[in-house]
């Protein structure tokens, strides 16, 4: 399986950014889909995941600034980032877990992920 990020770029400070994920082979929605983000100042970090359910849950480091969604019909996981600041420049991951509990971030429990898409905020 192969999953492509989109929709990173440059955005000032207080501005917006939506990304998407896609993907070929399989359906998202069978699966625990995330979002990651690896900054200058940090590790590679969980932002946003969705469970099989449709369970949304959302990291410390952008917590009410993200929404996590997931589009069936087309098959796109979507990262709608508002509120954008500096610390929030980096590549940001999508990932799928396809057999876990989507119960935490832990990187080692994601099979796949895409080659992330580059997001800075500069003014």
């Known amino acids: 399986a192969q999953l492509v990020e989109s929709g990173g770029g440059s955005v000032q400070p207080g501005g917006s950014l939506r990304l998407s994920c896609t993907a070929s082979?399989?359906?998202?929605?069978?699966?625990?889909m995330a979002w990651f983000r690896q900054t200058l100042v940090s590790q590679r970090e969980g932002v946003a995941r969705i469970s099989r359910d449709g369970t949304t849950r959302y990291g410390d480091s952008m917590k009410g600034r993200v929404t996590i969604s997931l589009d069936n019909d087309k098959n796109t996981l979507y990262l709608q980032m508002d509120n954008l600041n500096f610390g929030d420049s980096g590549k940001y991951y999508c990932?799928?877990?396809?057999?876990?509990?989507?119960?935490?971030?832990?990187?080692?429990?994601?099979?796949?992920w895409g080659q992330g898409t580059q997001v800075t905020v500069s003014s």
């Open positions: 082979g399989y359906r998202f929605n069978d699966y625990c």
């Open positions: 990932a799928a877990d396809l057999a876990g509990d989507c119960s935490s971030f832990n990187l080692g429990q994601f099979d796949y």
